[in-house]
């Protein structure tokens, strides 16, 4: 039997419902198994012919027809009530007429309470307790009392038949009943893990373009608000980018809505391989697309970003025969300049997306065109500076490296300057930071090293000379730990004796303790070239590194050579620096020398060597040549020289 919950009224059919099929079923079962058990009863108590009981089993079958056609009219609660006062009252009718308290027949009550408490509500479930409470209440009072005389039974077959019936019955039953409990636990756990699905389905369709798959505007927003908590505790970068098809509208009408989709598709799951893991992409509309970047430290980074996508985008790809090419115009607003709401951001974002439609397509805009301006400055610089080391517009010029003590040139410094078509000699300053962020300053590194290995060989052709030659390298060359490889190559190509060759290093250059970086130092000076470190003093404090690599010199950085002019203070500093040097057993060099105390001063301190404007400014290479002839004439003293 089914356990029931509270019995519902009688609904109208509304087609089949398998619970009641199965209800009915187990009742019809029931009522016939009880049929069988009461015919069973009636045979086994014929030998002992009590008329009463037989009676009672009679009249108690007669009613369990009844409840029988209850049941096939429909009637299922009518019919289970009957079912259930029927037992109720034959077994109460047999137990008084029989043997009362000590009559088996009371084993039938906890079954039958059993049953009515499974299948019906309580209150008939208390009627039918109070009922047989009342009944044994009776029987005992009656027994006290004296007013009712149980029949003594005698021990017989039928004695034992009757247990063993009503054992075989209560077992039955009980049997059916946790069987269809099982059942409807399974169902309901099944219904359950159904029910999970569809829940985690639904949350998925609400948070999810259905096109695409993309998160849609909904679960970028939420993204967005967890980038910005990150962002504001962690200080991580945040950008909005706003992706919008150019001229979908006309590949959707003149190619259709399907083609129209797959595009919209392909660009989908272009943009999810384009943009970083940790990126959310998200579809906000028609051909409208979101990217929540979270990795890109700056404009640069951003631009070089929003690049990547218009290329990746505009990849052509098949789609029935044709060929289909979608380009797209991209806005950028960054946290928080240009606001901290996921609203005000993105309106930002596609009104730089709009300016990007409105000035041409295919381009990306940032909301602040201040930034535009700086990023497409830079971008033009970049090519430019690309171009100028192709063309070769760069320059190397030299400043002489003069003993102080002899007045003697030992090498030059080669400085880079480019000769622009329009802006005349542009200072390093002005371009070797845009190398740097640009990754150029490889290539202009590699040529300055070459050019000046080569204008040293063509001096020697000329007559002066072995000159020391000092190379100024940037932190990043010697970071990709390369640069032994392409000093290696400088070397057989212009047949420069390592020794005259010295890079000038900066301090943060050799913090790092990486490998690389050790094994690339320690494989140039296995090759006997030089190392100096420029600016000594103004970069890192620690001066481990001095012990780490063998350094030949020291360059005091100009500020300090200035700084003489401060008394007794600045004097203590180039001091100090001129006897670390000279501790060290290596030269220490002084930037920037312009008047002749400064040298005489820089001399007493223990300076060995400087260079200046006092000798000269930085020269080109032909230009050099003509300056050091003549003042080994002793024609050309230092150009702010006493008069003769
Ligand atoms: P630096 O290596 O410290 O170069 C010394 C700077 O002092 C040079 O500036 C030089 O022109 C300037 N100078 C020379 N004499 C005087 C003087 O009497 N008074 C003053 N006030 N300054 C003087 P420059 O040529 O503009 O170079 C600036 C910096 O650019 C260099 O500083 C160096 O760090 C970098 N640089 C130059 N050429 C290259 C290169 O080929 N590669 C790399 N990575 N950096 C370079
Ligand atoms: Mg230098
Ligand atoms: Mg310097």
Not at 300 to 315: H, I, P, S, V, Y
Not at 613 to 639: D, K, N, T
């Amino acid at each position: 039997m089914t356990p029931a919950t509270t019995p519902a009224p009688v609904q109208p059919p509304r087609g089949p419902d398998p619970l009641r099929e199965l209800q009915v079923r187990r009742l019809r079962e029931l009522i016939v198994l009880l049929l069988v058990c009461f015919g069973l009863f009636a045979l086994v108590n014929l030998p002992v012919a009590n008329t009463p009981v037989l009676l009672t089993t009679g009249a108690a079958m007669a009613v369990l027809g009844i409840a029988l056609q209850l049941l096939r009219r429909g009637r299922f609660e009518a019919s289970l009530l009957t079912v259930l006062w029927t037992l109720t009252v034959a077994c109460t009718a047999v137990i008084w007429m029989r043997s009362g308290l000590r009559d088996l027949m009371v084993l039938t009550y906890p079954a039958i309470i059993l049953l009515a408490a499974m299948t019906v509500s309580p209150r008939p479930l208390m009627a039918l307790l109070a009922t047989m409470l009342v009944s044994l209440g009776l029987l005992f009072w009656g027994e006290l009392a004296g007013w009712y005389q149980p029949e003594v039974q005698e021990l017989g077959y039928g004695s034992y038949l009757n247990r063993a019936l009503l054992l075989v019955l209560v077992a039955v039953i009980a049997r059916t009943i946790a069987n269809d409990l099982g059942d409807a636990i399974r169902r309901a756990e099944a219904e359950r893990e159904r029910a999970k699905d569809s829940a985690s389905r639904l949350a998925f369709l609400v948070q999810h373009d259905a096109l695409t798959g993309l998160p849609n505007r909904l679960l970028v927003q939420d993204r967005f608000a967890q980038a910005v908590a990150r962002a504001r505790r962690d200080g991580t970068p945040l950008a909005l980018l706003v992706v919008d098809l150019d001229d979908f509208r006309r590949v959707n009408d003149s190619l259709g809505h399907g083609v129209g989709d797959a595009v919209l598709q392909r660009m989908a799951e272009r943009l999810r391989v384009l943009a970083a893991d940790t990126d959310t992409v998200g579809r906000l509309g028609a051909d409208e697309f979101v990217v929540v970047s979270t990795e890109l430290p700056d404009v640069d980074a951003l631009a070089g970003f929003a690049q990547g996508l218009l290329d990746g985008l505009a990849e052509p790809f098949e789609r029935d025969g044709l060929s289909i090419t979608c380009r797209s115009s991209i806005g950028i607003a960054q946290f928080p300049r240009d606001g901290d709401a996921f609203e005000a951001l993105l309106n930002r974002a596609e009104a730089a997306m709009a300016r990007a439609k409105a000035e041409g397509r295919n381009a990306y805009r940032f909301a602040d065109p201040d930034v535009d301006i700086d990023v497409g400055e830079h971008l033009r610089l970049v090519s430019e500076l690309r171009a100028a080391i192709e063309r070769g517009e760069l320059e190397l010029h030299y400043q002489p490296i003069v003993r102080l003590a002899s007045g003697e040139v030992g090498g030059v410094e080669a400085l880079v300057r480019w000769r622009h078509p329009e802006r005349g000699l542009v200072p390093p300053a002005a371009f070797v930071p845009l190398a740097e962020r640009s990754g150029l300053i490889h290539a202009l590194g590699a040529w300055a090293l070459e050019e000046a290995a080569r204008q040293v060989r063509r001096w020697e052709a000329r007559g002066l000379p072995p000159l020391t030659v000092s190379v100024n390298v940037s932190p990043l060359q010697l970071a990709q730990g390369a640069l032994d490889a392409v000093v290696a190559r400088v070397l057989a190509a212009t047949a420069l004796p390592p020794r005259q060759l010295l890079l000038e290093l900066t301090e943060s250059s050799l913090v790092g303790d990486a490998v690389p970086l050790r094994d690339c130092i320690a494989r140039l000076q296995a090759m006997g070239v030089g190392l100096s470190i420029d600016d000594f003093g103004t970069g890192y404090s620690n001066l481990g590194y001095l012990q780490r690599f063998d350094v030949q010199a020291l360059k005091i950085d100009q500020r300090f050579v200035r700084g003489l002019a401060d008394g007794p203070q600045g004097e203590a500093i180039v001091r100090a620096i001129a006897h670390l040097a000279e501790g060290l057993g290596i030269r220490s060099v002084a930037e920037g020398i312009e008047q002749e105390d400064e040298v005489q001063r820089l001399a007493a301190l223990g300076c060995e060597a400087g260079q200046g404007r006092w000798w000269s400014e930085p020269l080109p290479g032909p230009a050099f040549v003509h300056w050091y002839q003549e003042r080994e004439r002793g024609r050309v003293a230092p150009r702010r020289a006493a008069p003769a």
